[in-house]
């Protein structure tokens, strides 16, 4: 038999191919599926395009950090908010690459390179280019978020050697202007576009527990999914706790199945995108996270802090991944 939403419950091989016509109404009746089907659909999805057993680890450093110009209603970086964070100015390239090296030897296969810009000038994008091939020669795949790009700025990148870029939607096209209004979605959208032209593979995804509904949540997804080319990486944030942001006003943790549900339908709209659990890992008991790896997750960030919030420590990442009988770069170098 199968329903409406294409889960056949007599053949675990029905597997869900690349679309870019997904509805909101598709991803409701998903979300909704009962908890065993939803699971089954996603896994074998995810068996198709993936090692089941595996788990890509990468590094998360701030290389320039605060006096952010937007008023992202969540940010401990905007300049908007008092969150008692320390500014500091763009790091230089040996500290980075030490970083980077440091990353590489707890186990780290991809380094991202994040600075708290509306966009960057040309001359830190130079810096920047040569970090990216710095860590490019220490043999790991580069990643930086630096906001928005023009076309020339992501050609730029590209020639310097970048693998992904990193440029979140957040949140839903409904939600989205309740939380930022410095820059719009469609300016988000633009420079997703430009990296993709330009060739730099794509990391795109959100946050959650900021005081949106389900349905933005979905919409989120829809949004990445209806893209004309999926993102590479799908991450899926957490919303961490920061104190004096807007977002503490309306701010709501997620139900742990409410999460491993939104982690499926991720699988089920973006087969063959690595969906990463990012920001908030920190909230989540290894049963929960084994529960999202079983969903579809296959990628977290690992070291004690991302950005400016805490993160498990490289120790409990490797434990877990053992015990669930999961490989990564991680798991193998603490065997070693």
């Not at 659909?41 to 450093?61: C, G, M, W, Y």
């Not at 390239?93 to 994040?114: E, H, L, N």
């Not at 877990?320 to 798991?331: D, H, I, K, P, V």
Request: glycine fraction near 8%; aromatic fraction near 6%.
């Amino acid at each position: 038999m199968v329903d409406a939403v294409g889960v056949d419950r007599n053949d675990g091989a029905n597997i869900g191919a690349v679309r870019h016509d997904w509805t909101g109404i598709d991803a409701e009746q998903l979300y909704a599926l009962p908890f065993a089907d939803l699971m089954f659909k996603a896994q074998s999805i995810h068996r198709s395009n993936f090692d089941p057993n595996h788990v890509e680890t990468a590094s998360l450093l701030s290389i320039k950090t605060g006096r952010c110009p937007e008023d992202c209603g969540y940010c401990s970086q905007s300049a908007h908010y008092d969150t008692g964070l320390k500014a500091t100015r763009l790091m230089d390239t040996p500290d980075v690459i030490a970083a980077a090296r440091r990353a590489k030897d707890a186990g780290a296969t991809r380094f991202c390179m994040a600075a708290a810009w509306r966009n960057p000038k040309d001359r830190d994008l130079e810096k920047v280019c040569d970090m990216v091939g710095a860590v490019k020669s220490l043999g790991m795949e580069t990643c930086a978020t630096l906001g928005m790009l023009t076309p020339k700025q992501a050609g730029r990148l590209f020639d310097a050697g970048l693998d992904f870029y990193n440029h979140n939607v957040d949140t839903s096209p409904e939600f989205y202007g309740k939380i930022i209004t410095t820059r719009t979605l469609q300016d988000r959208v633009d420079t997703l576009a430009h990296v993709r032209d330009a060739g730099i593979k794509v990391c795109c995804g959100g946050i959650i527990g900021m005081g949106e509904r389900i349905d933005d949540r979905l919409g989120m997804l829809v949004l990445l999914a209806n893209l004309p080319s999926h993102p590479e990486s799908v991450p899926i944030n957490l919303w961490n706790e920061v104190e004096g942001v807007p977002v503490n006003n309306t701010a709501e943790r997620p139900d742990p199945i409410a999460l491993v549900r939104l982690i499926a339908v991720t699988r089920i709209l973006m087969p063959k995108s690595v969906v990463r659990l990012s920001a908030g890992r920190q909230y989540m008991t290894d049963e929960l996270q084994a529960i999202c790896f079983l969903a579809g997750a296959n990628s977290i960030f690992i070291g004690d802090v991302l950005l400016t919030t805490k993160n498990p420590q490289r120790d409990r990442d490797a434990n877990l991944l053992e015990r669930l009988g999961m490989t990564s770069r991680l798991t193998q170098s603490q065997i070693a």
